[in-house]
T-cell receptor
Framework: AQSVTQLDSQVPVFEEAPVELRCNYSSSVSVYLFWYVQYPNQGLQLLLKYLSGSTLVESINGFEAEFNKSQTSFHLRKPSVHISDTAEYFCAVRIPGANNLFFGTGTRLTVIP | KAGVTQTPRYLIKTRGQQVTLSCSPISGHRSVSWYQQTPGQGLQFLFEYFSETQRNKGNFPGRFSGRQFSNSRSEMNVSTLELGDSALYLC?????????????FGQGTRLTVV
């Protein structure tokens, strides 16, 4: 069975400060990894994904995540956050051959002016 | 192109009633998945449909059912509603449902059971 753990339910951070949102997963098979963002009253938007290849993946708005197989982690980072980054972030895994995503419980990022 | 459209956006139902939620995927997408989001349980997979066939199912009781039409539009039905069914129901569509294709989510239907 697969499971995803997001260690921090809430992360407050000042504007222009760096942030790291942690994600660890458990699986007996290889997985694909995703980060989704959810703004208030909205659905989920894909932020970035790791399928194969380079373990460092980047999004167009400055976020990056690194797949660490030995630590079974896929932490999300941004060197300088903006007010507009305030949202809930979900880490998810998908196993090859299946279409459903297993989500973590989410981390609410609040950027403080 | 238009995104994933879910209707209605908000719904209030009484315990014991049934409800049907609708999801129109992105044009050309053939896979539709449904998720339930609650504060207590987070996001949980309900089921996936591909080419009008249920391909995968999560761990939900039989009161939760779905179907997909030939135009890939999908409906989800919940019968004999319980208070615990109050949640945001999200639909996601993808081109083929293959694991390397991106899933696009709708804005969800917020169901409140009173």
């Amino acid at each position: 069975a697969q499971s995803v753990t997001q260690l921090d339910s809430q992360v407050p951070v000042f504007e222009e400060a760096p942030v790291e949102l942690r994600c660890n997963y458990s699986s007996s098979v290889s997985v694909y990894l995703f980060w989704y963002v959810q703004y208030p009253n909205q659905g989920l938007q894909l932020l970035l994904k790791y399928l194969s290849g380079s373990t460092l993946v980047e999004s167009i708005n400055g976020f990056e995540a690194e797949f660490n197989k030995s630590q079974t982690s896929f932490h999300l980072r941004k060197p300088s956050v903006h007010i507009s980054d305030t949202a809930e972030y979900f880490c998810a895994v998908r196993i090859p051959g299946a279409n459903n995503l297993f989500f973590g419980t989410g981390t609410r990022l609040t950027v403080i002016p | 192109k238009a995104g994933v459209t879910q209707t209605p956006r908000y719904l209030i139902k009484t315990r014991g009633q049934q409800v049907t939620l609708s999801c129109s995927p992105i044009s050309g997408h053939r896979s539709v998945s449904w998720y339930q989001q609650t504060p207590g349980q987070g996001l949980q997979f309900l089921f996936e449909y591909f080419s009008e066939t249920q391909r995968n199912k999560g761990n939900f009781p039989g009161r939760f059912s779905g179907r997909q039409f030939s135009n890939s539009r999908s409906e989800m039905n919940v019968s004999t509603l319980e208070l615990g069914d109050s949640a945001l129901y999200l639909c996601a569509s993808s081109l083929t449902g293959a694991t390397n294709t991106e899933a696009f989510f709708g804005q969800g239907t917020r169901l409140t059971v009173v």
